[in-house]
């Protein structure tokens, strides 16, 4: 079946660096990967989502590359705030016609003044 | 800006207890879910409708049901809930279900089972 692996289950950095979130998967179907943010108290929304081969997707200063050779969707930005503070899930939609993502574990990003 | 509602926000019960979630959505959507983030964070979705048609259902205990009566509303009923269930219970939707859509979620229903 479908996974999402999310390495770090929390990160903590000082605001002004870079931040990178690791994301791979596995599925046997086409393939849409999607990152959602979830701050604390609030419902998750989406962040960004790309089904195209290394093409770089960007959104709120976010950026990710879907490299479907090495199964990876890996969320990066260059310069943390305070506000990135969240939980971050990688979402996969392998499946087709049932509109079903199979989420990742989640990284919760804590970004220190 | 909210789209999909969920009623009520928290909800205290004991063991045995029957509860029922609510959840709206004014986006005009076909397609509504029910997710259950765990304690842990971990998102797992349980169940999904189209247009009040069940479409996906997850393998949870007989206990959950969902009840759809039309397709702007799917509530969850929880028959004699168990010290597991307790979890933030998470409604989405999305235009028409089919794969890839983005979810739109509402802000949960924390359940807590003493």
């Known amino acids: 079946g479908d996974s999402v692996t999310q390495t770090e289950g929390l990160v903590t950095l000082t605001e002004g660096l870079p931040v990178m979130l690791n994301c791979t998967y596995q599925?046997?179907?086409?393939?849409?990967l999607f990152w959602y943010v979830q701050h604390l108290n609030e419902a998750p929304k989406l962040l960004l989502k790309?089904?195209?081969?290394?093409k770089r997707t960007e959104h709120q200063g976010f950026h990710a590359t879907l490299h479907k050779s090495s199964s990876s969707f890996h969320l990066q930005k260059s310069s943390a705030q305070l506000s990135d503070s969240a939980l971050y899930y990688c979402?996969?939609?392998?499946?087709?016609?049932?509109?079903?993502?199979?989420f990742g574990d989640g990284t919760v990003l804590t970004v220190k003044p | 800006e909210t789209a999909v509602f969920q009623t009520p926000n928290y909800h205290v019960t004991q063991v045995g207890n029957e509860v029922s979630f609510n959840c709206k959505q004014t986006?005009?959507?076909?397609?509504m879910y029910w997710y259950k983030q765990d304690s842990k964070k971990l998102l797992k979705i349980m169940f999904s409708?189209?247009?009040?048609?069940?479409?996906v259902n997850e393998t949870v205990p007989r206990r959950f049901s969902p009840q759809s009566s039309d397709k702007a509303h799917l509530n969850l009923r929880i028959k004699s809930v168990e010290p597991e269930d307790s979890a933030v219970y998470l409604c989405?939707?999305?235009?028409?279900?089919?794969?890839?859509?983005?979810?739109?979620f509402g802000s949960g229903t924390r359940l807590t089972v003493l």
């Open positions: 979402a996969l939609s392998g499946h087709t016609n049932t509109g079903k993502l199979t």
């Open positions: 989405a939707s999305s235009p028409t279900g089919g794969a890839p859509e983005t979810l739109y």
């Open positions: 790309s089904s195209t081969d290394n």
């Open positions: 599925t046997a179907y086409s393939t849409f």
């Open positions: 409708y189209n247009n009040k048609q069940l479409i």
């Open positions: 986006l005009g959507h076909d397609t």
